[in-house]
């Protein structure tokens, strides 16, 4: 005889608020941007890298309306907070890592900064969650940020698909490539490595 667990296997899913669906399609858009990136590495067609930074902002669309949704309808979890960390994570963390690599910074050095960057969105998320009852107000808002928020790396997309735009991918890489002991640093990665050290910074940033 079967299980009342095994009797209803969308029993989570139902467990689902309406805002929790924006945070999986925020994880979607992440995991498209993944698989695209990919392809571009498989086949060369540019348009993939097109396609990879277009739905990172699109998963900050749907970061942003699962917020105003929860927000509107009253309806906040700790399952929902954790789940839009987990996007989070995939969407600007690992997903703006791999389209820089995409892109051409495949050096030793440029492989270690965005290792770097993507611990400190991680790491920025966690600390969000241990404080955010603590820096809520009365009505249960986060009042600030410490560090940059992780959807900041959208921006560093832009500028990715810019430089898709003008052919600066791979040898062609904004501001070239230097040689330091061997190994090859991008210079441009190193704006990925100034996002990461925002994100775990104790700079304060209101929240609106």
């Not at 067609?45 to 097109?50: F, K, L, R, S, T």
């Not at 928020?149 to 560093?156: C, D, G, M, Y």
Request: with cysteine.
């Amino acid at each position: 005889m079967n299980s009342p667990e095994q009797r209803k296997p969308f029993a989570m899913i139902r467990e689902f608020h309406l805002a929790d669906w924006f945070t999986l399609a925020n994880a979607v858009c992440g995991t498209g941007a993944l698989f695209s990136i990919l392809t571009y590495l498989q086949t060369g067609d540019v348009i993939h890298v097109y396609f990879a930074c277009g739905l990172i902002p699109a998963a900050l669309l749907f970061d942003v309306l699962d917020g105003r949704i929860a927000r509107w309808r009253q309806k906040t979890s700790a399952m929902g907070r954790e789940l839009d960390s987990l996007a989070d994570v995939i969407s600007f963390g690992v997903a703006p890592a791999a389209i820089a690599y995409g892109c051409g910074m495949q050096g030793l050095y440029d492989r270690v900064v965005l290792v770097y960057f993507v611990a400190c969105g991680v790491s920025r998320l966690a600390r969000y969650n241990v404080t955010a009852e603590a820096l809520s107000d009365s009505a249960g808002k986060v009042k600030y940020f410490e560090g940059t928020p992780i959807p900041t790396s959208v921006l560093l997309v832009l500028m990715l698909f810019v430089a898709a735009t003008q052919g600066a991918l791979h040898d062609s890489l904004w501001f070239g490539r230097v040689l330091l002991g061997g190994f090859t640093l991008h210079p441009l990665v190193l704006l990925f490595a100034l996002s990461g050290s925002l994100m775990i910074s104790r700079i304060r940033l209101p929240k609106f």
